[in-house]
């Protein structure tokens, strides 16, 4: 492939039949979410606000997310067959590691229940992943589009992008939703992933970081010379921690998995692997810490430091 | 010891025998510096300019190294025996890697030359390894104060801070250097070092991280939307990056060590040390990219990133 910054590094699109599968383009009306969680059902929410049926399978799921897509006006269908008959296109919005199990699942019901189907993979995994994805739907008969969302959930205008890329990713580019703002990438699979790899590198990597200089600063007594040392040489910095550190109890355990799919999308550019398998060890060791307290609350930020010292402290050594 | 942030994470001090030593103290009026490179022949200057003698011993040393050292002021004694004998304290500013190997070599001559000889390690290196050296130096007789220097050689006021901790502060406290600082962090050996550790986490961390996102997304063709996407959602940061990246080719060489030494910092606390295992491993590439073209000047971030995702390429599978 070409090299020098303008085509990406991937590998060849997945077999898909594509002329067999052009011609089954349509206009989408009905959109299968799976599964309707903090981001799932905001995007389909401000689709049912652009009058789109959408549609999800409750069965199984745990009543929050059964509240959250009620409220959110999805219709439910009573099983997974039926939810692929009825979609014209279906946004996997997944955790990272559940992603290849679901498009696993999905394929194993293609054939029977809708070899049209348009399977929009959402999910922040690597460039590899999504590749794997796409020739397990592409195997089944079905159209794959790579799909990388960046943002909260669409609450309000500017909040949520939605970058597409792939050979089909036209009919998705004519979808509308409330405050979402859909970009397409190209027509290579792997694109929107790495794009979404970049751009949560960025930011939760620099979450991780911080937390690794803190806590270390915490543990041999120097965090408060350390705060006056950013007071003049970083005076921002204190306070976008204590903005953002809070935030991470009750997320880390989301992010475990999306720092290993940035450790394979380096890993496969040739970079080491080293330094997000080491943020996933640090969200690991924060979910730890306060999943089995049963935090509800962001905790100000000098408790987190000071409940991820106690647990080093009794777990080391 | 105390848990809870106050006290620091550090072993006991080693033995130095400070009764005895305790009382060889005296006002410092030469000042030896190993070795003058950029911080060194900096903080040299900055004392001669107050009245300070400070010698140095350039046998064996780069022309630079010698040119620097006279620039400043610095007076050249023959050989390592006469820089001990005519020196009240020594500061060792070397490349952290060598910190352990330049106290070994230091000790062997103390006892000969000037056991009275205050030692302050002014390296970026971990609390176990300064505690190490602190054992070699104790053990040859002499003092040791751990140090830990934190911004840019002292070339106008505010840049230049000298931290300082252990039981043997209170002479290098009363040292007067133009446009330095010089902070008193307590009285266990360690706390100086740990202080420059996490500093330099959150620093030379973030550009290391920057460098991860950067060149995946060059490698993989979305550095212009990811670009976009900063523009929107944090709007300083390409222009940091900008300023930042171009100044790492010429100093990814000598931060290798200091990212080891965070790493091995964080283990000694309890966390994982791949994440400053990752940076180091980003420098080792950076330095070895542009080492070997003999670049002089800082390239553009663009001619990094290019050059880097180039190596990359020919070297990876």
Known sequence: MARGGQSPRFHSTPHTHKSNLRCRAVTIKTIAIISPGDMGSGIGKALVQE????????????????ELAQKAGFQDTPNLATLLIQADCLFSIVPPESALSVAQNIAGHIQSANPGLLYVDCNAI???????IAEIIGGAGARYVDCGIIGSPPERRGL?????SGPDTSEVLELHG???DFRNLGDQIGTASALKMCYASQTKGTTALWLHSLVTAQSLGVLDPLRKEWTSSNPTLWGRMEDNIPTVPHRAGRWIGEMKEIALTMEGIGLTNDAFEGAATMYELVDAVFHQKGYSEGPPILEVLSKIEHHLHDHHE
Chains 1, 2 share one sequence.
Do not use: D, F, H, W
């Open 51 to 66: 009058g789109y049926q959408v549609i999800t399978c409750s069965e199984g799921r745990s009543p929050l997310t059964k």
């Open 126 to 132: 690597a460039p590899q992943t999504t590749l794997k």
């Open 160 to 164: 949520t992008r939605i970058y597409l």
């Open 178 to 180: 409330q405050n979402i």
